[in-house]
């Protein structure tokens, strides 16, 4: 039973470029969470999907970034016109549900962004 | 505005003694808490949880400890082992209507190292 996929593991971009992140969630999981840890810091929340739909994009920055959770494929993070502040480790997280249940996210490896 | 913290960035212990790891929450709307361990270049591994309807929840080596009034937890690691040695952190969420739901909140870790 395959956990948190996501690609690619490391991912080098000159500012200015776009970087994408995928994250599959594990299999039967229907909730998708993107996260960001800065060095030296905690995971800050990013944003919260299902399929097709954006929950909370509360912790996107307004600019540049964006997410989506198609009805087929993994979920996307896509980073526009990237700069150094953006070079970070980039974590997706699944869950089941949240709706009335307690919410155990279960975390892929994560994405190592390196802005030049 | 850190709604989760941990005060110590570093825990050392001796192999076979107890690690006891502390977390503080301010956001009275929790009612979910979470602890995570994470090794270099990995995603962070779910170990174990306890809802604000409990004060304590053991699975195995490892106890998490809750008290609502002071918004405080803590996580017990008994025997501590090598493996051990990891960043631990500590996560929040809430159900409550109110709440930002699905969400977690996460402290900055504390690097655990268990010495022979």
């Known amino acids: 039973n395959a956990g948190v996929m996501q690609n690619p593991r490391h991912l080098v971009r000159r500012r200015g470029q776009e970087a994408r992140l995928r994250c599959s969630p594990m299999k039967g999981h229907s909730h998708v969470y993107w996260y960001r840890q800065l060095p030296e810091e905690g995971l800050k929340f990013m944003v919260y999907l299902q399929k097709e739909n954006i929950i909370d994009e509360s912790g996107m920055p307004k600019e540049r970034f964006s997410a989506e959770f198609p009805k087929e494929g993994p979920s996307i993070l896509r980073i526009q016109q990237v700069v150094r502040g953006d070079s970070a480790a980039y974590f997706c997280?699944?869950?089941?549900?949240?709706?009335?249940?307690?919410?155990?996210?279960?975390f892929g490896p994560g994405t190592r962004l390196t802005v030049l | 505005d850190q709604q989760v913290k941990q005060n110590s960035p570093s825990l050392s212990v001796q192999e076979g003694r107890i690690s006891i790891l502390n977390c503080d929450y301010t956001?009275?709307?929790?009612?979910?808490f979470l602890w995570y361990k994470k090794y270099p270049a990995e995603g962070p591994t779910f170990l174990i949880s306890?809802?604000?309807?409990?004060d304590k929840n053991e699975d195995g080596r490892f106890t998490v400890f809750l008290n609502k009034s002071a918004k405080h937890l803590s996580l017990h690691i008994v025997p501590s082992q090598p493996g051990d040695s990891a960043v631990y952190f500590c996560a929040a969420s809430g159900l409550s209507r109110g709440s930002t739901l699905g969400r977690l909140y996460f402290g900055r870790g504390t690097q655990l190292t268990v010495w022979p």
């Open positions: 997280a699944s869950s089941r549900q949240t709706s009335g249940m307690y919410n155990e996210q279960f």
């Open positions: 306890i809802s604000s309807i409990k």
């Open positions: 956001n009275s709307m929790f009612d979910y």
